[in-house]
Protein backbone atom coordinates (compact mmCIF):
# COMPACT_ATOMS: atom_id res chain seq x y z
CA UNK A 1 0.00 0.00 0.00
CA UNK A 2 0.74 3.49 -0.83
CA UNK A 3 -0.34 6.72 0.35
CA UNK A 4 0.59 9.87 -1.83
CA UNK A 5 -0.38 13.57 -1.05
CA UNK A 6 0.52 16.17 -2.99
CA UNK A 7 0.99 19.66 -2.46
CA UNK A 8 1.99 23.28 -3.59
CA UNK A 9 -0.81 24.06 -6.40
CA UNK A 10 -1.92 27.49 -6.60
CA UNK A 11 -2.75 30.27 -8.95
CA UNK A 12 0.53 31.83 -10.89
CA UNK A 13 0.72 34.36 -13.78
CA UNK A 14 2.05 33.12 -17.44
CA UNK A 15 5.69 32.92 -16.98
CA UNK A 16 5.69 32.02 -13.40
CA UNK A 17 6.72 29.24 -11.58
CA UNK A 18 5.25 26.56 -9.13
CA UNK A 19 6.94 23.64 -7.10
CA UNK A 20 4.86 21.02 -6.39
CA UNK A 21 5.26 18.21 -3.80
CA UNK A 22 4.43 14.36 -3.78
CA UNK A 23 4.76 12.99 -0.51
CA UNK A 24 4.80 9.29 -0.34
CA UNK A 25 4.44 6.63 2.69
CA UNK A 26 4.41 2.84 2.80
CA UNK A 27 6.24 0.38 0.85
CA UNK A 28 8.52 2.20 -1.24
CA UNK A 29 10.84 -0.07 -3.48
CA UNK A 30 13.81 1.64 -5.15
CA UNK A 31 12.89 0.52 -8.46
CA UNK A 32 9.16 2.04 -8.33
CA UNK A 33 8.67 5.22 -10.43
CA UNK A 34 6.82 7.96 -9.71
CA UNK A 35 4.88 10.04 -12.25
CA UNK A 36 3.20 13.49 -12.61
CA UNK A 37 -0.38 13.60 -14.80
CA UNK A 38 -2.73 16.26 -15.48
CA UNK A 39 -6.19 16.53 -16.06
CA UNK A 40 -8.31 19.04 -17.17
CA UNK A 41 -12.11 18.80 -17.33
CA UNK A 42 -13.14 16.98 -20.82
CA UNK A 43 -10.14 15.67 -21.15
CA UNK A 44 -8.16 12.49 -20.38
CA UNK A 45 -5.80 12.49 -18.14
CA UNK A 46 -1.83 13.52 -19.81
CA UNK A 47 1.26 12.21 -18.79
CA UNK A 48 4.17 15.15 -17.45
CA UNK A 49 6.97 13.82 -16.10
CA UNK A 50 8.45 10.73 -14.37
CA UNK A 51 11.26 9.53 -12.00
CA UNK A 52 12.66 6.33 -11.04
CA UNK A 53 13.55 6.15 -6.74
CA UNK A 54 16.63 4.27 -7.46
CA UNK A 55 18.68 6.06 -9.92
CA UNK A 56 16.53 9.98 -10.26
CA UNK A 57 16.04 8.62 -14.09
CA UNK A 58 13.22 10.83 -15.32
CA UNK A 59 11.19 11.17 -18.17
CA UNK A 60 9.08 14.12 -19.66
CA UNK A 61 6.39 15.04 -22.23
CA UNK A 62 7.33 16.98 -25.11
CA UNK A 63 5.44 19.84 -23.89
CA UNK A 64 7.18 20.49 -20.46
CA UNK A 65 10.65 19.73 -21.47
CA UNK A 66 13.27 22.33 -21.02
CA UNK A 67 10.48 24.07 -18.57
CA UNK A 68 9.53 21.45 -15.79
CA UNK A 69 11.89 19.22 -13.84
CA UNK A 70 10.92 16.59 -11.48
CA UNK A 71 13.31 14.55 -8.50
CA UNK A 72 12.84 12.48 -6.23
CA UNK A 73 14.41 13.02 -2.48
CA UNK A 74 14.51 9.70 -0.84
CA UNK A 75 15.83 11.05 2.87
CA UNK A 76 12.44 12.80 2.28
CA UNK A 77 10.49 10.52 0.33
CA UNK A 78 9.31 13.25 -1.88
CA UNK A 79 8.80 13.86 -5.40
CA UNK A 80 8.99 17.33 -6.57
CA UNK A 81 7.86 19.11 -9.72
CA UNK A 82 9.26 21.93 -10.23
CA UNK A 83 7.02 24.11 -13.24
CA UNK A 84 8.70 27.34 -14.50
CA UNK A 85 7.87 29.47 -17.71
CA UNK A 86 4.42 28.19 -16.96
CA UNK A 87 1.67 28.92 -19.92
CA UNK A 88 -2.47 28.67 -19.60
CA UNK A 89 -2.64 25.50 -21.23
CA UNK A 90 -0.47 24.20 -18.53
CA UNK A 91 -3.38 24.86 -16.19
CA UNK A 92 -4.79 21.95 -15.04
CA UNK A 93 -5.30 19.57 -11.56
CA UNK A 94 -2.13 17.80 -11.63
CA UNK A 95 -1.75 14.43 -9.73
CA UNK A 96 0.68 12.03 -8.34
CA UNK A 97 0.97 8.52 -9.18
CA UNK A 98 3.51 5.73 -8.12
CA UNK A 99 3.74 2.47 -10.38
CA UNK A 100 5.08 -0.28 -8.32
CA UNK A 101 4.99 -3.21 -10.82
CA UNK A 102 8.14 -4.81 -12.00
CA UNK A 103 10.85 -2.60 -13.41
CA UNK A 104 11.37 -1.53 -16.91
CA UNK A 105 13.95 0.06 -19.27
CA UNK A 106 11.33 2.76 -20.81
CA UNK A 107 10.13 5.24 -18.14
CA UNK A 108 6.01 4.40 -18.16
CA UNK A 109 3.94 6.94 -19.34
CA UNK A 110 0.30 6.07 -19.80
CA UNK A 111 -2.26 6.39 -16.77
CA UNK A 112 -2.63 2.39 -16.37
CA UNK A 113 0.74 1.69 -15.92
CA UNK A 114 0.81 3.72 -12.19
CA UNK A 115 -1.23 1.84 -8.91
CA UNK A 116 -1.83 4.39 -6.42
CA UNK A 117 -2.80 7.90 -7.15
CA UNK A 118 -2.92 11.56 -4.98
CA UNK A 119 -5.72 13.36 -4.49
CA UNK A 120 -4.83 16.14 -6.96
CA UNK A 121 -3.93 19.97 -6.85
CA UNK A 122 -5.15 22.19 -8.89
CA UNK A 123 -2.56 24.66 -10.79
CA UNK A 124 -4.40 27.59 -12.26
CA UNK A 125 -2.44 30.02 -14.62
CA UNK A 126 -3.97 33.49 -16.09
CA UNK A 127 -2.29 34.71 -18.98
Known amino acids: QVLLVESGGGSVQAGGSLRLSCAASGRILSDYVMGWFREIPGKEREFVAS????????AYADSVKGRFTTSADKAKITVDLQMNNLKPEDAAVYYCAADTGPPTVILPITPRDYDYWGQGTQVTVSS
Open 51 to 58: VRWRDGRS
